[in-house]
């Protein structure tokens, strides 16, 4: 039944519900709109239901369940570690709905009204919202446009219960004994290397010559050595041709080095990117400017060639990462409020979650002479650290990258224990348009990972203390 239809009239309506939607729907009601958000599916987005936080609840259940089997060297042996996956999913999706009843929490407190159903575009004013059951028109002055993305799908690789995308390896009810995986982005890899701590055994396929592009080598053959350690194979240059499925199980089928490779698994997990949802919502007779890859087109403001219509997150130009879907979102509902305020992406910071983590923001080194700077740079390892000695993690290094003339830092890259909350403050210091100097005189406290930043800025000064120079 189909309910009757009046239009619902609303200053601003967000479309998504993700970090890009939920975020703008608050910053738009903190500066006084009246804010409707509509959500097809599960508030929070892909990133609080099935990205960045169930995968980072899974990677931490498989860093606990191997660490607790080796701490030999401190002196801690395990009789017997034992793993329960059900009790672990249990676990994820209990952060999973901490988090997106917060959000529920916050959207309410912040008068946001919220609308279950899928939004369809009619004119740049107006969105039909349906259910099942439902359709109701909603007119709108402004609209921000925060659809997310969703997991490519590869014709030889159709998704089955068995050949699955990132959502159904965050779901699945037992243990795989094998798994492979299609595409060494973050994405696979940090799940592959999640389900290798848990005890799986783990192929990684990569058709360029190496995994984790947009990371340099030097970062990358860390992550790739702690894979080896436990036991990942990765393949590189390999291209996966197709998939069987058998009675418990699918074998792959890739090619590698001229020659064919077969291979069996519990579950071939494909993670070849995520195609941008915007072909299904109606934007034909919106008129946007689009990219030949289907991202809307925005300026500064992330205003597109509609002027009451915005998009944010990852159906714009840029990485896909939640955060800065969620800086979009501020700016656009600030711009819809009549603020100034306009995206800058010198400093988005991308991290992969793998062991050891890895973290860069602003420029390498190589970029950094790409844009013609004339550059220095310093990289203190992890190993000269007395907290990373104490943690046992001694593995990786922290390199800056600064202007030669005076050392305003123009990017840093970290690989390491820890990387991920390590890198802010880099982050903070290119925003600030800090010095190497700067940082090599803020007063880190000891014993930290974070003086592994201030000596690799000793070290681009030519000044190490704790590292001979030559
Ligand atoms: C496994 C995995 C791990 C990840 N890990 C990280 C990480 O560690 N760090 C990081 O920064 N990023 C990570 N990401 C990426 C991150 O999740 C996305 O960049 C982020 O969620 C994008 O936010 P968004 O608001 O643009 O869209 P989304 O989070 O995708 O939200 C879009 C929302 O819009 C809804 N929607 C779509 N169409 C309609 C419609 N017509 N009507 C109503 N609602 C609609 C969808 O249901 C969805 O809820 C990960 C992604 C995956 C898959």
Redesign the pocket.
Known sequence: MVVGDFPIEVDTLV???????YVAAIRAAQLGQKVTI?????I????LN???IP??AMISVGHRFVDAQNADAMGITAKSVELDFSKAMKFKESVVSKLTGGVSGLLKGNKVETVA????FVDANTVRVMTEDSAQTYKFNNVII????RPVEIPSFKFTDRVIN?TGA?NLKELPKKLVVVGGGY?GT??GSAYANLGSEVTILEGADDILAGFEKQMTQIVKKGLKKKGVEVVVKASAKGVEETKDGVVVTYEAKGEEVKIEADYVLVTVG?RP?TDE?GLEGLGLNMTDRGLIEVDKQCRTNVPNVYA????VEGP??????SYEAKVAAEAISGEKSEVDYMAIPA?C?TDPELATVGLNEKQAKDEGYDVVSGKFPFAANGRALSLDATEGFVKLVGRKEDGLLLGAQIVGENASDMIAELGLAIEAGMTLEDISMTIHAHPTLGEISMEAAEVALGKPIHMMTK
């Open positions: 479309v998504g519900s993700g970090p890009g939607g509509v959500e097809k599916d599960t929070g987005g892909v990133c099935v990205g960045c995968s980072k159903g899928e939004a369809y925060a659809t997310g993305a990132s965050l994405i940090e799940l995520r949802n919502i944010i997150g990852d159906i896909q990462l939640a955060h800065k879907a991290v979650f």
